[in-house]
């Protein structure tokens, strides 16, 4: 069969939809667990296929925002446009625990400079029943969270961290607001950005773990009693995290969706977060018997990225089959 040409893969392009950017969130927070669990070699193969990701996708950005303004303008007002942001800063923290504090800290920068812009442009045309994209708007908030408390720790920086902290309870007031939009139906129905209701729990509990990690004698950012809210809010978020994915777990199951759909990066993002949070519950608080569980979820999103990422490859030449 002859390959399609250059037109073919721009017009196969040209159809990305904003939730494609959860391929790079997914694949940036797989490398997180990865590298929480120590092989690092596997971890630095899916921080590059992260990275090229993102640098496809921003330059896509760009092009459409300069070019393609009404088109634009049209995506960024749907959940999905968040990804950005979300992307940017997983990417952010872990190029942070590459030791690579210049370049997060840019990361940090650019998602600050669009998450207000996004956020404000989504929620305002939020609807009443919306799919599990929705939620973006607190991982893209608990994603900055997490990459501030992650260079504040690094950089030793007590006022990245309580900006952290502002944005750790803002996420959570997005999750609620987010809740009430939320279509249960999708539970059974959705085709795996319905995941994400429980990635959102997942990120904020890493957001907690983080902030707790970031204290230290010569910071002090916490008294007792803050660090006690702290750390029960942290360990809550995880247990609802980890009751949401036995939930949406069994709805897979009663209810199979077998067919690809770019969505289901949104569906690999939950469980390779939720990975990342048990890890760094359990180093921030001490809790040893959590790691065995966090390790065994980090091999699970391992495979099921690479599950995902056949299906992609697949759905990927057929578009650009039809694209001839």
């Known amino acids: 069969m002859p390959m399609p040409g250059f037109s073919g893969l721009r017009t196969w392009w040209a159809g990305r939809p904003p939730a ?3 391929a790079v969130m997914a694949s940036g927070i797989v490398s997180v667990g990865l590298h929480l669990t120590g092989p690092e070699v596997v971890s630095l193969v899916f921080l590059w296929l992260a ?6 996708l921003a330059a896509d950005f760009a092009v459409r925002l300069v070019t393609q303004r009404p088109r634009w303008l049209a995506e960024a007002k749907s959940p999905g446009a968040l990804s950005a942001v979300a992307a940017t800063t997983v990417l952010g923290t872990r190029l942070s625990l590459l030791g690579r504090q210049t370049l997060a800290g840019a990361a940090l ?5 669009l998450w207000p812009v996004l956020l404000l442009l989504v929620v305002r045309h939020w609807g009443r029943r919306m799919p599990g994209a929705v939620f973006l708007c607190c991982v893209a908030t608990q994603g900055l969270a997490v990459l501030a408390a992650t260079l504040a720790a690094a950089e030793t920086t007590a006022w990245l961290a309580r900006a ?3 944005l750790f309870w803002l996420g959570l007031v997005l999750y609620g607001l987010a809740l009430a939009r939320f279509d249960p139906r999708q539970v059974l129905e959705g085709a795996g950005d319905h995941w994400i209701a429980g990635g959102a729990l997942a990120i904020s509990a890493l957001a907690g773990a983080k ?4 204290d230290s004698a010569r910071l002090y950012l916490w008294n007792d009693d803050d660090r006690g809210v702290l750390r029960n809010v942290t360990v809550a978020l995880l247990v609802l995290d980890l009751a949401c994915c036995v939930v949406l777990l069994a709805a897979e199951v009663a209810r199979p969706r077998l067919r690809f759909d770019v969505r289901r990066w949104s569906t690999v993002f939950p469980l390779g977060m939720t990975a990342a949070s048990t890890l760094s519950v359990a180093a921030a608080l001490g809790i040893e018997w959590l790691r065995r569980p966090g390790q065994v979820l980090v091999w699970l999103a391992v495979a099921v990225w690479l599950v995902v990422a056949a299906g992609a490859v697949l759905a990927a030449r057929a578009g650009l089959v039809r694209a001839r």
């Not at 990275?51 to 496809?56: D, E, K, M, N, T």
């Not at 902030?211 to 970031?214: E, G, I, M, R, T």
């Open 20 to 22: 494609a950017g959860a």
């Open 211 to 214: 902030l707790l990690a970031a």
């Open 164 to 166: 952290a902290l502002v």
């Open 51 to 56: 990275c090229l990701a993102w640098v496809a």
């Open 109 to 113: 920068a650019l998602a600050v400079l």
